[in-house]
């Protein structure tokens, strides 16, 4: 069975301060990765997708994938009171359009 | 770009009554569109797959004459749920797949569904 697993947190962390966020996953034949972001309330919103072993930063988020330990992470540097939400971590299988979500990780930007 | 349209954004109906909800790629063609449902504090639970002119693949446990989905255009997937009762009362998010490899969704709004 795939799965994807995430720490559901409070990630807590002050403003300024850098968050990271973790992602495990079960299937060694996945191939593309996303980080979600969710507010509540509101629909998930694309903020990084990641496909090879690597970094891949945009403006102050950096996906960060390791597919030999089977692990993708998201650094939110100058966390911001803003950022505070639920991140959710979507992995896609090869040959498959379906994605396979983890239960998101609730981050808490403190002021 | 990459942009979903949902609509409604909310609705209430009455017990009994059928209730669609739209959703539309509006800046680009989508070959596979998916619901979603999410109830409070809850993960996102996929629903079903919609491919353009074909039938939808429901997933376990949902009730695919319940569920309506039609997928009549590259731009539109609308899904209807008939009989609505109150434990049909959630949050419904469709979203969008790119035609490229990478299988991105693109998620709508969201409909807030409430029977009474």
């Known amino acids: 069975q795939k799965e994807v697993e995430q720490n559901s947190g409070p990630l807590s962390v002050p403003e300024g301060a850098i968050a990271s966020l973790n992602c495990t996953y079960s299937d060694r034949g996945s191939q593309s990765f996303f980080w979600y972001r969710q507010y509540s309330g509101k629909s998930p919103e694309l903020i990084m997708s990641?496909?090879?072993?690597g970094d891949k930063e945009d403006g102050r988020f950096t996906a960060q994938l390791n597919k030999a330990s089977q692990y993708v992470s998201l650094l939110i540097r100058d966390s911001q009171p803003s950022d505070s939400a639920t991140y959710l971590c979507a992995v896609n299988l090869s040959g498959y359009s379906t994605l396979t979500f983890g239960k998101g990780t609730m981050l808490l930007v403190s002021p | 770009g990459a942009v979903v349209s949902q609509h409604p954004s909310w609705v209430i109906c009455k017990s009994g009554t059928s209730v669609k909800i739209e959703c539309r790629s509006l800046?680009?063609?989508?070959?596979?569109m998916f619901w979603y449902r999410q109830f409070p504090k809850q993960s996102l639970m996929l629903m079903a797959t919609?491919?353009?002119?074909?039938?939808?693949?429901?997933e376990q446990g949902v009730e695919k004459d319940k569920f309506l989905i039609n997928h009549a255009s590259l731009t539109l997937s609308t899904l209807t749920v008939t009989s609505a009762h109150p434990e049909d009362s959630s949050f419904y998010i469709c979203?969008?797949?790119?035609?490229?490899?990478?299988?991105?969704?693109?998620f709508g709004p969201g409909t807030r569904l409430t029977v009474l």
């Open positions: 979203s969008a797949q790119t035609a490229s490899s990478y299988n991105e969704q693109f």
């Open positions: 800046d680009f063609q989508a070959t596979t």
């Open positions: 919609s491919n353009e002119g074909s039938k939808a693949t429901y």
């Open positions: 990641i496909y090879s072993n």
